[in-house]
Structure formats: C-alpha cells, structure tokens
C-alpha cells in the first residue's frame, strides 16, 4: 500500500499536481482502483458460482463472468450473461446497488475535476504545457497592441502564454476581445522560478517581457530587468526581448548577454530624425509595421552561397522566392564559457570559468552587424545571415 501511495505522489509530481488538486487526483485513482477491483471480484465469484451450477449457465469462463460484471456496472442489461444460481444473483445483486453508488460518484469526480480544471485556467493557475508559444511577462498598453497586431497579421495559430499578476475578469476581458488567438494565462509573480516554469518559459520560442504599466518609470525598468535576469537561466538568451523605458538601463541587460531590447524614446527619435529629412518616412515606416503581407524578416543563407557574391544571392532570392534582399546581418556565434573547459577541470579552471562568467560583457553593436543593400560584388561571409523583404 505504502508502495502505492509513493508511485501516485510520483506521478502527481511528474504533471506538477499539487495541493487540493492532488487530492483530487488521488481520490479519482482510489475509485478507479476500486471500482476495478469490484469487477474483478464479481466476475470471478459469478464464474465460481455459475460454472459449478447448471448445465444451462450462461457465465462458463472468468472473461464471461468479465464481459457480465461490466455490462452490469454499466447498466446496459444486453441479457445474453446473466446468473441463475441463488449465489450468483446475490452477487449481482450487490454489484448493481454498489456499482451504481460508486459509478454515480465516479461521474459526478471527472466531472468536478473538469470543471476545476477549466476553472483554474481561467484564473491563470494551471500549469501550461506547450512548445514553441511566446510568453508575455507583465502587461501595459503595448501588450494589446501586440496582441492587436497578431490578429491583423494573420497569426492565429501562434500559441500565446499571458503571465501576469492580474485578477481572472483581466483574463476573461482578453479572451473575448481576442477570440481568434490561441491564449493562455498564468497569474503569478514573473519574478519567480515557479510562476515561470508554470509557463513552460524553458520551451517557449520566444519570452517578451513589458513594462510593468502599475510602476513608475525606474521601477518598471528595475522590474523587467529582474525579470530577464531569472528568465535567462531558463532559455537561450536570443529568444528574450525586454522594453524599457529608460535608455541607461539598456547596459544591465547587455551584462547577461540580453541583446534584444526595445525602447520607444529611442526609436521614436530616430523615426522623427529621419522625418525631418523626408516627410513621407514616417507613412513608409508605420504601413510597413502595419502590414500583414510584406514583412522584413532574416533568414539562414544556403551553405553553398557561401564565399559567392551578393548579386548572386540577390539574384537568387527575387528570381525563385519572390523575396527581396535588403542586406545582410552578420551574427557572431555565442561562445558558452563552460564549452572552454572539460567536464572534469581543475579547481583553477573552475575559478577562471567563474571569473570569466561574471566579468562576461557583450557589446550587441559588434555581435550583430548589418550591411544595408551592399555592392553586388560582396563575398557571402559563413555568419552572415539573409535580411529580406517578402
């Protein structure tokens, strides 16, 4: 029995059950149990009754005695097993009252475990299990704009993981508004390990973290770097991006590696200045951010252009995929410290490997360089990747 128990807590701990959800769980595993026990029991009495009894028993083998106990439990009644000895009946008798009471109960269990269950992903408490979905850490206005976006853009099968300390009517007020997205919560504080395992962050695809909207200015940056700080134990440090409001804080972040980052301020300074010198640059800059067919992405470039030259490249890309190459972005491969050193170093070169992690600077500007539209002539480097309009 304790052996049991021990293998139910190990499951319920493989699916992160826990507190009156595990007991849930292990009720609905006990009236399992014994409701299989009790069909085992009364098929294998009926067979030991009826098959001792007379010659026109209908229950001559345990699988007979099988197939009547479940028809019984069941209530269905086909006729075709049935008992006739006076021992039999009584076992039938008491499957029918005990089967019922324990099959009632069985019902009313799921269906309570149903209805728990889709209560507490309502209220952002449930463990998410996905791959490949973009979590959103906190929430402002950008978030609705963002998710705003993703519908116009025609991103419906992009799974969406909103984890934020916010009541279950916030939650419910998203899912109507943006019915034709794929969203899912996780109420909980992003600060934790916990609250962000439960939304699978180690799988993600992609984690964005906002500025929390009920903080001010320097708290909100301090926040969502606290935030980056504890998602980057979790996922590769190129699929984080943060917003920041202020500008300085931007050199916290390249501390740990964190390259992605997006401040309106800074953006929207850039976007005015190129303004000043064309006046139609922002209408070009806003429908190109608003529109759902022609997008600028990267792409990996075919290892056999490598050392061939852009025009070929160019030429290559218009003439068969219908995309325009606008340049190239130059991606440095990141160099993990612990893949300098063996398994088994020595003590000194665990110092070094802990020295060098915590001096560890990166400098985005020199990582990730690009060549807007280059002369024809260029040579494809083996790091460059593809930056394309389509």
């Not at 206005?141 to 969406?160: C, H, M, Q, S, Y």
């Not at 990141?334 to 088994?344: G, P, R, V």
């Amino acid at each position: 029995m304790k052996t049991l128990r021990n293998s139910i807590l190990r499951l319920a701990r493989r699916y992160s059950v826990h507190g009156d959800s595990l007991k849930q769980f292990i009720r609905f595993l006990w009236v399992c149990l014994f409701i299989t026990t009790l069909l085992f029991c009364s098929a294998l009495l009926a067979w030991i009754f009826e098959h001792r009894g007379f010659e026109g028993s209908s229950i001559r083998s345990f699988w007979d005695g099988i197939w009547w106990a479940v028809v019984t439990i069941a209530t269905v009644g086909y006729g075709d097993k049935y008992p006739i000895t006076f021992p039999g009946r009584i076992v039938g008798i008491l499957l029918i009252i005990v089967g019922y009471a324990s099959l009632t109960f069985f019902t009313g269990l799921v269906a309570s475990l149903f209805v728990e269950d889709r209560l507490k992903g309502a209220k952002g408490l449930k463990q998410i299990r996905a791959h490949n979905h973009v979590v959103i850490c906190g929430w402002n206005n950008t978030g609705d704009f963002l998710l705003r976006a993703l519908v116009e853009k025609n991103f419906p099968d992009t799974e969406i993981c909103i984890l934020a300390n916010e009541t279950a009517e916030f939650f419910e007020r998203l899912e109507s508004r943006y019915s034709s997205l794929s969203l899912r919560f996780v109420r909980g504080e992003a600060t934790q390990e916990e609250t962000l395992r439960r939304a699978s962050v180690q799988t993600a695809a992609q984690v964005i973290i906002l500025a929390d909207h009920l903080l001010d200015r320097s708290a909100a940056d301090d926040r969502s770097i606290i935030i980056a700080n504890a998602v980057h134990y979790l996922i590769k440090k190129d699929k984080i991006t943060v917003q920041l409001i202020n500008l300085e804080n931007r050199n916290m972040l390249l501390r740990i590696g964190i390259v992605n980052t997006i401040i309106w301020d800074d953006i929207g300074g850039y976007i005015l200045a190129n303004h000043v010198s064309d006046q139609n640059s922002i209408a070009v800059y806003y429908q190109l951010a608003k529109d759902s067919i022609n997008r600028i992405f990267t792409k990996n470039i075919p290892e056999h252009f490598v050392g061939r030259s852009y025009g070929e490249l160019f030429d290559e890309f218009y003439k068969d995929h219908g995309k325009i190459l606008l340049g190239l972005m130059k991606k440095e491969p990141e160099l993990e410290i612990s893949s300098i050193f063996a398994a088994d170093s020595s003590g000194i070169d665990q110092f070094i490997q802990y020295a060098l992690t915590k001096s560890k600077r990166v400098v985005p500007d020199e990582q990730n360089k690009i060549r807007w539209n280059p002369s024809r002539e260029s040579i494809i480097q083996a790091n460059d990747h593809a930056v394309l309009m389509a």
